[in-house]
Nanobody, 117 residues
Framework: QVQFVESGGGLAQPGGSLRLSCVVS????????ISWYREAPGKQLEMVAS???????SYSDAVQGRFICSRDNAQNTVYLQMNSLKPEDTAVYYC???????????WGQGTQVTVSS
């Protein structure tokens, strides 16, 4: 089974920055892509960024130009640098494989990001 451990969340002011980390372990087939998702209260799970094994990222319109996804394959770690944070970025952030299902895939504990003044 694949394990995902997210960290780096916290409280940030609007316009501020946070850097999230995702450590991947277990039986994941190589090469693997990873996506970042977020789940805000009362809203559906939303994929915000993805990165393939070669390091090419893609972003949702909501975070394009503000978030940067990168990875260190030697450390099995994927990062999400979040800049110019907005209150609407407040959510629990998770990493998982692209296309993961909220109900049927295995998820880590996530990391809470709160953007508030």
């Amino acid at each position: 089974q694949v394990q995902f451990v997210e960290s780096g969340g916290g409280l940030a002011q609007p316009g501020g920055s946070l850097r999230l980390s995702c450590v991947v372990s277990g039986s994941i087939p190589y090469p693997y892509a990873i996506s970042w998702y977020r789940e805000a209260p009362g809203k559906q799970l939303e994929m915000v960024a993805s990165i393939n094994y070669g390091g090419t990222p893609s972003y949702s319109d909501a975070v394009q130009g503000r978030f940067i996804c990168s990875r260190d394959n030697a450390q099995n770690t994927v990062y999400l640098q979040m800049n110019s944070l907005k209150p609407e970025d407040t959510a629990v952030y998770y990493c998982n494989e692209p296309g993961a299902d909220r109900a049927y895939s295995h998820w880590g504990q996530g990391t809470q990001v709160t953007v508030s003044s």
